[in-house]
């Protein structure tokens, strides 16, 4: 095949047409969250589709009104956490994908039981749990989960009839659609909460550093250097661990550092 000038400008307008996903087949689907039952369906539809990064989109956290003092807003910086949990969570989607692959009867078999040492029996079968199948557990609870529109633009979230959390939870409507809501008002006004563009970095850094661990699982299950899931799970949870701890010290030496400024020691 000869390249002409005429074949360089189809290859790259079907390069171009690729990267933004307008070729035939690669479309972005779009959810229908126009009601809180559509929403809630919708999120069953982005797990059945493959696409549970997409499910961040229905998450409604609150920003404060307030800038930084680079000039960045807190609902940018909210943003960019969330970008990063999607980002994040895709990757922890690849992993489970494989290891339901490489694993199918240790994955199926409620008897084979998954471990991780340092947590326990008890938190080892249920994050190898989680490791190998994130989201079933809204695949099997979807028909206990039920929303009630109360029309003045947010809903009751029920589970078996009664509130989640005591209320706390819910969804609301905004110009997107509607989301959930998590009750994160209370926490705005813990210590812990993020209050400057830097503490909201770290956040989006936590993130990355567990999806960069997620892919140095992802090599060494491809590289095939685990007998069953439950060997894979412990050395998931020690590469996860260990960035978490790390990041979290981070975190709580510089708050703690900001509590010392703020009492003037």
């Known amino acids: 095949m000869m390249w002409t000038s005429s074949t360089n400008r189809a290859f790259i307008l079907l390069l171009l047409l690729s990267a933004f996903g307008l070729l ?10 126009s009601t809180p039952q559509r929403a809630l369906d919708a999120m069953q539809e982005m797990i059945e589709d493959g696409r549970p990064e997409r499910l961040t989109e229905l998450i409604y956290l609150e920003p404060r009104d307030i800038e930084f003092e680079d000039g960045v807003t807190e609902a940018s910086a909210i943003g960019e956490v969330r970008t990063k949990l999607s980002d994040m969570i895709a990757q922890l989607w690849r992993v489970a994908v494989k290891l339901q692959t490489q694993f199918p ?14 947590g326990g029996d008890g938190f080892g079968d249920w994050f190898g ?6 989201f079933r557990v809204l695949r099997d609870q ?16 029920l589970f078996d009839g009664e509130p989640v959390l005591g209320g706390l939870l819910a969804m609301v ?24 563009r830097y503490e909201w970095s770290v956040i989006a850094s936590m ?21 069953n899931l ?8 020690r590469l996860l661990g260990e960035s978490v701890v790390v990041q979290s010290v981070i975190y709580a ?13």
Do not use: H
Not at 144 to 152: F, G, K, N, P, Q
């Open 230 to 237: 439950s060997q894979a799970s412990e050395r998931a949870g």
């Open 173 to 196: 409507e905004t110009p997107d659609g509607w989301q959930v809501a998590l009750p994160v008002q209370y926490a705005q006004t813990s210590q812990y909460w993020p209050q400057t």
């Open 207 to 227: 993130m990355v550093a567990i999806e960069n661990s997620l892919n140095d699982f992802e090599r060494e299950v491809d590289q095939g250097e685990f007998r």
């Open 253 to 265: 030496m510089m708050k703690d550092d900001d509590d010392d400024e703020d009492s003037g020691e």
């Open 24 to 33: 035939p087949g690669c479309e972005r689907p779009e959810y229908d969250t």
């Open 129 to 134: 749990r989680i490791l190998s199948d994130p």
């Open 105 to 118: 009867n240790d994955v199926d078999s409620e008897a084979e039981g998954v471990r991780i040492r340092f």
């Open 142 to 157: 979807k028909d206990r989960i039920i929303v009630e529109d109360m029309y003045d633009g947010t809903a009751a979230v």
